[in-house]
């Protein structure tokens, strides 16, 4: 198709500056698990626009920060990753957190071709306060373009999308029309169940956890999707936990993921979920492996 054009765009930055929130908006549609806790995103997570003029493959990363275990340097290895292979990176910062000081080495250790800088939560600043943060970022590289948006409103997300395609390469469509994520539907399920245990369950304990969804089927005469998934935790004390006196708690984050598993799957969903534990799992080869974090 002559004129047509297709490209990646990486979604960087650091932790809960609303990167997946941007991606599930630009989607229309919930793929990627979003909390107001940090480090919320593990892995990298496509979602794909497709209209007559282009086919936009955007890839929503983990926050980069400094790793304390091996699950740590495999989210900041994926960062690094899909920064590397896209056409544009999109470095988004919260601008409701100031300035730059933070945002320097990660800026001088990711390389992509053409950079924008995106300007997130400006819903929660006043106008006249995003214009020194900008200067400041400005100094520390040469974004082809600077945008101000609010991913949870929306705000500024269409022109965003629309300057993206200015500069994406003429090429064929990478997937089918009606593709909207190549992530598998299980991982997808596990991220719903595991972004409701870091909204509900305190302190450090939703960090150690991890869902495998180990069985998906479904029946469409019914039509029903069951689900079976392991919680993952690393202590004993932790398991009781997220089971919660006589399962209350374990109930909670199942009935709240189900929710967005029947969203997504467009089907009655029956869920059921199971705790074990497996210690320092997060900073186990094979383990890591093993819970799909590979490459």
């Avoid at 900041?76 to 544009?88: I, K, P």
């Avoid at 250790?109 to 995106?118: E, G, K, S």
């Avoid at 029903?224 to 202590?235: F, K």
């Amino acid at each position: 198709m002559s004129g047509y054009k297709s490209g990646f765009v990486s979604i960087v930055g650091r932790p809960n500056v609303g990167k997946s929130t941007l991606l599930n908006g630009i989607l229309g549609e919930k793929v990627a698990a979003v909390s107001p806790k940090p480090q919320t995103t593990r892995t990298r997570v496509t979602g794909v626009v497709t209209d007559d003029a282009a086919q936009i493959v955007f890839v929503d990363t983990p926050g980069i920060h400094e790793p304390k275990n091996k699950l740590g340097k495999f989210m900041v290895q994926q960062a690094e990753r899909g920064a590397g292979d896209s056409d544009v990176m999109l470095y988004m910062i919260d601008a409701s957190r100031g300035g730059a000081a933070t945002d320097g080495a990660a800026l001088g250790t990711l390389n992509a071709p053409c950079v924008f800088l995106v300007v997130n939560k400006t819903d929660k600043t006043d106008k006249p306060a995003l214009l020194p943060i900008i200067a400041e970022f400005s100094h520390l590289r040469d974004f082809a373009e600077i945008l101000p948006v609010s991913a949870l409103r929306g705000d500024g997300v269409g022109e965003l999308v629309e300057t993206i395609k200015k500069y994406l390469p003429e090429g064929p469509k990478f997937f089918p029309d009606d593709t909207l994520t190549d992530q598998p539907e299980r991982q997808i399920c596990g991220e719903f169940v595991r972004e409701k245990m870091l909204r509900l369950l305190d302190d450090e304990i939703p960090y150690g956890t991890a869902v495998v969804v180990e069985e998906m089927t479904f029946d469409a005469k019914k039509p029903l999707t069951s689900v079976s998934a392991v919680i993952y935790c690393e202590r004993e004390s932790h398991k009781a936990i997220i089971i919660g006196k006589n399962g209350a708690m374990l109930k909670k984050i199942g009935a709240a993921a189900r929710r967005d598993m029947e969203r997504f799957t467009g089907a009655q969903v029956f869920l059921r979920l199971w705790v074990k534990v497996q210690e320092n799992w997060r900073n186990s080869d094979v383990r890591l492996k093993n819970f799909g974090y590979r490459d």
